[in-house]
């Protein structure tokens, strides 16, 4: 049978994003992405 999947929970996309998040911050790169970076990468994937 076919499973019909439920939209995930909101708590569980803001987790996810959070996540996401700090993956972001903490990927090894030349440098650490400022607060604004973050801040906007976290509003797109909010969005």
């Not at 499973?3 to 987790?15: D, L, N, R, Y």
């Not at 994003?17 to 992405?33: D, E, G, Q, R």
Request: hydrophobic share 40%; net charge positive; no cysteine.
């Amino acid at each position: 049978m076919d499973k019909i999947k439920e939209p995930k929970s909101k708590e569980a996309v803001f987790g996810t994003l959070i996540h996401s998040v700090l993956k972001y911050i903490h990927t090894p790169a030349l440098l650490a992405p400022t607060i604004d970076q973050a801040l906007d990468y976290f509003s797109k994937g909010w969005n």
